[in-house]
């Protein structure tokens, strides 16, 4: 795949939120789960809290901010691949589903923003 190419632009992304997150004190479980047709990036542990995290990255400011990406269906879908994970792994008694958005502009830090507890 071409250099900076979405799905190049997720991978790394990916690997960033998921160093980010383990130095912010998460426990990685997953990444990249999947049920059916449905995915979740970032399935991690923090505080006996089990987080559900979608993780958005842009290399630019044009169309919005990434957070902007996430609409009612993936919120939908992360929903229904939560629903699935835990009736795979159950007696979690606190979940959360976030979204994770970094900002991986030219010429500037990478900037890391958690929105967690997102509903409908």
Do not use: C
């Amino acid at each position: 795949m071409a250099r900076g190419s979405k799905k190049t632009v997720g991978d790394e992304g990916e690997d960033l939120a998921a160093s980010w997150l383990a130095s912010a004190g998460f426990s990685i479980l997953h990444r990249n789960w999947r049920t059916g047709r449905f995915e979740i990036d970032i399935i991690a542990e923090k505080e006996g809290v089990l987080h559900f995290i979608e993780v958005k990255t842009k290399r630019t400011s044009r169309f919005g901010n990434p957070e902007d990406q996430v609409g009612r269906v993936k919120l939908r879908h992360m929903i229904d691949a939560g629903t699935a994970y835990i009736d795979l792994h159950e007696g979690w008694k606190r979940i959360r589903f976030d979204i994770l958005a970094i900002k991986r502009y030219k010429d500037m830090p990478v900037e890391f923003m958690l929105i967690e507890d997102v509903y409908l």
